[in-house]
């Protein structure tokens, strides 16, 4: 607890901009897309913020960071053209396992998207689940959730389930 | 109750391809093409067993069908080439939404993502939420879970919240 | 060419269904995802027709068919909900590549879209090309280009170069 | 003439990440995912420098940009995590066509992909082509090729016909 009491812990963010690619036929994002979004938001935040490109855990390590487990509730649609605010935090990092809480608002902070992801790292060959390392979890640690924002995310996500 | 011990119930099936375009550079289905996979099957379904097409509800009438919540546990991975047997079946039906459950099994029966969806049917322009039309309620009703595979199913979701 | 002119070489023939997923903003289909279209009709002809899977080729046997050249001309757009007629037939066979010309037409028979793509045969670890197995060699030439149809779709294509 | 040998007009330039979601079973990038990549570097383009964004032209003015002719040459693969420098320049401006040159380099500046894209402006409901606005036609115009790196790639196009 004291650590995620941490008053320098803050989420990670990012500009998203709603594509002509990630929209369908209704004129708003096609939802698999909003999750292509989720995948290279993550990417995104290993890479810049943990230091630890997929890159490197792909192709260099062999290893991989499947998604193992998602919720997510789509709040209201994105149009065309719209500059989304995407924020992951940490909820929960286990041994291997690493939950996060990423959300999507609008230009006018409203909530578009909200979810839950839990990624595991695993040595492809085996397929099998190995330890988070040492200071990629240190890093990890810096984003874990105890916002009072974090908190009304999670509640809700809570009262979602 | 009556109507969902019907014994002549049954889900919804699909035998679905993994191509190409689906995996991602670990050689596996890249998770946000399952999504859409979920997506095409509902359209399928849609159109195929419930005779309401989306075409019928997106350009003929103005409606659209957005999936309002998302859960989904990717057990194993499926790699390209494979075939998936994709199921729905019905676990709610209310005035306007519609909570399905969806799973793909591998070659050998075994899960490999197991799905539950909200859809809610709404009229377009005013993005408010629009009764489901009678005969496609009816239709819907018949894939209404009562099996012990999808309670076996909706016990493993339970599991997994 | 007496090969060519043989009367029973047929071009191959599959229906498309435009799906939502395939559409964008402005409700047609989004060109980017005819490609898509092409690479899944490729993989079928091959995997259907030719007897050399794109499992055989990738998995099995390291190798690849990457599309080195593309011309495509988008005629008219296609909407979502339609079946599209989908053709290749061969227009060039080399000790490694393949020409092949590809068209879909709407439900009326008139062109959506025409384009001609150069695949290699490659051994993928050396990223150099490999000879095009004989007896895939025979299978290929079953659908080389000799009947009117096909006359026509390349003096077309000629045209728009 | 004169104004194509304009000593300033340069070619619009970007940076493109490579990402997992672009990458296919083989590794590397799969090439319908390169055409999208074109087009959000057309939609980039049109925003940040004709400010003429799409959005505008879709949404706002029921106006529509298709490409209707596209050619590239896949020169060598790209792999996940690479940066590619991206080019755009104008080849031809008609009254309501464009035809632009497209190309993207690798980190060492070997050209990955080069392409040929032909775009016309037109009013979306009637399906007709409208002429380009003056103030966009003037800013199209500093993107005029007449550099001798924009004439070598005219001629390795030319030579690729």
């Not at 708003?28 to 230091?51: G, K, T």
Request: charged share 25%; with cysteine; proline share 6%.
């Amino acid at each position: 607890m004291a650590e995620t009491s941490d008053p320098k812990t803050v989420p990670y963010r990012k500009q998203l901009l709603v594509r002509f690619a990630d929209c369908d036929a209704a004129g708003i994002v096609f939802y698999p897309r909003y999750l292509e979004m989720f995948n290279s938001l993550v990417e995104d935040w290993y890479r810049d913020a943990l230091q630890f490109s997929f890159t490197e855990i792909v192709t260099t390590r062999g290893w991989g960071l499947p998604t193992v487990r998602l919720e997510v509730d789509f709040v209201a649609p994105s149009v065309f053209g719209e500059y989304l605010s995407a924020t992951i935090s940490v909820r929960e990092i286990g041994t291997s396992s690493l939950t996060l809480d990423i959300s999507f608002q609008g230009p006018d902070g409203s909530d578009r998207v909200r979810g839950k992801i839990v990624l595991v790292l695993i040595e492809r060959r085996k397929h099998k689940a190995i330890p988070i390392p040492h200071d990629v979890r240190r890093r990890i640690l810096k984003f874990k959730a105890a916002s009072p924002n974090s908190t009304r995310s999670a509640a809700l996500a809570k009262k979602s389930e």
